[in-house]
């Protein structure tokens, strides 16, 4: 069984520890640590984020794509300490300490049914930046976990994660603030990416696709 710490909003520890389990049964807020893989694409002036498929025998979310490597911070555990082994147990990858780039905090909560029980997710998440360059092959993933890994430009991600056409688990106001803290990092490191325009909200999604529909169809609106 795994025990883990209940958190305040701070993220600090209310000296009360529950069963896994009985976490996501009653919404307790909990730590995790977050690793988000990047690598740069020196043509493309863009990166590209990891994205892992859960396993299908998972009991949340099978099959749905998620965050590079994650995981519940267990009782008397730190965020960067857990970090390291997630990604070493679900990835194959030893990190030093130094690799990864705290970048911001997260509070989500997600509630849904899985195999006719109510899971209610409530964590706090400390979010790490860690660039890659190791090859899909040479990543061993822990198949309990892992069904697969592939690289997506992070664009395109945040596109998917806005039109809501792509079966994730992520939360979408994280990957928001990931976009940028990306765009940060290789800004800081001497390798800015290029800028293209990212529409900021659905509403403006749908009126791009009202006005392509409209050229299609050959109608003209007299202003």
């Given at each position: 069984?795994?025990?883990?710490?209940?958190?305040?909003?701070?993220?600090?520890?209310?000296?009360?520890?529950?069963?896994?389990?009985?976490?996501?049964?009653?919404?307790?807020?909990?730590?995790?640590?977050?690793?988000?893989?990047?690598?740069?694409?020196?043509?493309?002036?863009?990166?590209?984020?990891?994205?892992?498929?859960?396993?299908?025998?998972?009991?949340?979310?099978?099959?749905?794509?998620?965050?590079?490597?994650?995981?519940?911070?267990?009782?008397?555990?730190?965020?960067?300490?857990?970090?390291?082994?997630?990604?070493?147990?679900?990835?194959?990858?030893?990190?030093?300490?130094?690799?990864?780039?705290?970048?911001?905090?997260?509070?989500?909560?997600h509630e849904a049914e899985f195999y006719g029980k109510v899971f209610k997710n409530h964590e706090y998440s400390r979010i790490y930046l860690y660039e890659c360059e190791l090859p899909l092959a040479n990543m061993k993933l822990q198949?309990?976990?892992?069904?697969?890994?592939?690289?997506?430009?992070?664009?395109?991600?945040?596109?998917?994660?806005?039109?809501?056409?792509?079966?994730?688990?992520?939360?979408?106001?994280?990957?928001?603030?990931?976009?940028?803290?990306?765009?940060?990092?290789?800004?800081?490191?001497?390798?800015?990416?290029?800028?293209?325009?990212?529409?900021?909200?659905?509403?403006?999604?749908?009126?791009?696709?009202?006005?392509?529909?409209?050229?299609?169809?050959?109608?003209?609106?007299?202003?």
């Amino acid at each position: 069984m795994e025990y883990i710490d209940l958190r305040r909003e701070d993220g600090s520890l209310t000296g009360e520890v529950k069963e896994r389990s009985l976490v996501h049964r009653d919404g307790d807020l909990h730590g995790t640590s977050h690793v988000w893989l990047v690598r740069y694409r020196a043509e493309e002036q863009s990166a590209d984020v990891l994205l892992q498929k859960r396993s299908r025998n998972k009991d949340s979310f099978p099959g749905s794509y998620d965050i590079s490597s994650a995981g519940h911070i267990p009782s008397g555990d730190d965020f960067l300490g857990s970090a390291l082994r997630e990604l070493e147990e679900e990835l194959g990858i030893k990190a030093r300490p130094e690799e990864l780039h705290f970048v911001f905090t997260h509070i989500g909560r997600h509630e849904a049914e899985f195999y006719g029980k109510v899971f209610k997710n409530h964590e706090y998440s400390r979010i790490y930046l860690y660039e890659c360059e190791l090859p899909l092959a040479n990543m061993k993933l822990q198949k309990e976990e892992v069904e697969s890994v592939l690289w997506m430009d992070y664009r395109e991600c945040l596109k998917h994660i806005r039109k809501e056409d792509m079966d994730h688990c992520i939360f979408p106001q994280e990957f928001e603030r990931l976009v940028a803290a990306i765009e940060d990092y290789f800004a800081r490191t001497g390798r800015p990416l290029g800028r293209k325009e990212i529409t900021e909200t659905w509403a403006e999604d749908a009126q791009v696709e009202l006005e392509d529909w409209i050229e299609e169809q050959g109608i003209y609106i007299r202003q």
